[in-house]
């Protein structure tokens, strides 16, 4: 099945490349991306390993905290819709730094150019290992080799069909992990003592689904507190709606500006029931793993908790597209 879905997606790739691409076509579709697709691709470069097996270790380790910070997503959609992509539309520009040189100069674009490259391939090498560790638990393939695999199908799809094969490798990836979440949250409840309410009672008694901590105090600033997540989700979607390339290279393709903001708003109706599905996925992963102490090895990381209970509890067939 993993075999199938990777081919998969390489062919996706492939059939797009048969059409003749001009630069706009390759790096902008052709403005042909529908407002429901250009949406899922932008939630889905949210949605990456970091989100999908990060969110449940978060929620298995600590609480909801920093679902606070999600929710800031619908806070700065307007922002971004009535200010942020009508300028950049209305600018023809394929890049956020192109945008940058019109409005400054070229010193200004190649440093934000650079930094961005920067960023990302730090990034890059956390959201390539997560999946890794998934990989290797479901495989037994060397975590080095999955790496270089997952660099060489990403490669292979982009080059061979360009933006427009990323939104749509983007939107059957989000629909999978997404089904794959909620086949999960169901596994557990039917795992566990009292299902849902069982989930929910543990938790609770736990602690693992507080979401706000008020303290206005002075040592606030070095923990997790309410007002501290929200101001700095405000600031980072801000930063990621706006300016992140990945993000606006995907409301560019559109066809027009009010299709755009269809997609944007979009993803930002999909980032509060998604995240909250993930965070309750780690609340039911504890109270999994209390009630099956046996399953879970003590030398585990914590990253890689759900990708051993998607080995452990799910159908084969399932765990190898997740």
């Not at 076509?25 to 697709?37: E, H, S, V």
């Not at 909620?182 to 689904?209: N, P, Q, R, T």
């Not at 923990?223 to 409301?251: H, K, M, N």
């Not at 999909?270 to 995240?275: K, Q, S, T």
Request: charged share 10%; proline share 4%.
């Amino acid at each position: 099945v993993l075999a199938i879905y990777l081919l998969l997606l390489v062919g996706i790739g492939w059939h797009l490349s048969r059409r003749g691409k001009t630069t706009g076509d390759y790096f902008l579709a052709g403005g042909r991306i529908p407002w429901w697709a250009a949406g899922l691709s932008v939630f889905a470069t949210g949605l990456s390993s970091l989100t999908f097996t990060g969110i449940p270790a978060l929620a298995f380790k600590t609480d909801f905290a920093y679902y606070v910070g999600v929710l800031t997503i619908p806070l700065v959609a307007p922002l971004i819709v009535f200010f942020f992509m009508p300028a950049f539309r209305r600018a023809k520009i394929t890049t956020v730094y192109e945008y940058l040189e019109k409005r400054f100069n070229l010193a200004v674009r190649l440093f934000a150019s650079v930094s961005f490259i920067l960023f990302q391939l730090g990034r890059m090498t956390i959201v390539l290992y997560l999946p890794a560790l998934a990989l290797e638990a479901v495989t037994g393939v060397d975590i080095y080799t999955c790496v270089v695999l997952m660099v060489i199908l990403a490669t292979a799809y982009t080059y061979l069909g360009g933006i427009e094969a990323v939104i749509w490798t983007d939107v059957l990836q989000a629909v999978v992990l997404v089904g794959g979440a909620i086949i999960a949250i169901f596994v557990i409840a039917d795992s566990v003592e009292g299902g849902f309410g069982g989930i929910y009672s543990e938790a609770l008694a736990a602690g693992k689904l507080a979401t706000a901590d008020f303290d206005w105090g002075p040592e606030s600033f070095a923990r997790e507190v309410f007002w501290v997540i929200l101001l700095g989700g405000i600031f980072q979607q801000i930063a990621t709606y706006g300016s992140d390339q990945a993000v606006v290279q995907r409301y560019l393709t559109t066809s027009d500006e009010k299709s755009a903001a269809k997609g944007i708003w979009a993803n930002a109706f999909l980032a509060i029931p998604i995240p909250a599905l993930l965070f309750f996925v780690g609340a039911g992963l504890f109270v999994y793993y209390q009630q099956h102490p046996a399953d879970l090895s003590p030398e585990l990381k914590n990253d890689q908790i759900f990708p051993l209970f998607i080995v452990q509890a799910l159908p084969p067939g399932i765990t190898g597209l997740l």
